[in-house]
């Protein structure tokens, strides 16, 4: 059937900290409920990780998706050098999400050059994510069916 397709394998997601950000009760929840409530297969990296280290765990693990959480003030730089690094890698399919505080203006640019496919406040909801992950996934699933 064209343009639908049913999941048989759950969706692999990546959730990850960069650099000396200590901040990640959010990000802590969002992988329990990714998992327990979305059904996805979620690998949390924990704190203090290079770049180099978590896109070597996206190749080895076949992700199909990865939130990064920021919370001090690095986004910019964080989210363009993991973009570029998976480009770089021959990755340049995987879907790529921020959590944390960010400018809105600073949203906008990141968005509208590629950088991430979206971004999410504190504020936002486990389900708005699950939601957005599926919709995003399962588009991406029927581009690639065409």
Known sequence: MRGRWISIVKI????????????????????????????MDVIYTGLYRSMDEIVEEVIKKEIDVVGISTYNGSHMTVFSELKQALEDRGYRHIILFGEGLIPLQDQEILKEVGVVAEIFSPAASTESIIEWINRVVESRVCEDEM
């Open 12 to 39: 692999k997601v990546l959730l990850g900290k960069t650099g000396l950000d200590s901040q990640n009760k959010k990000i802590r929840s969002l992988a329990r409920g990714l998992k327990e409530v979305g059904g």
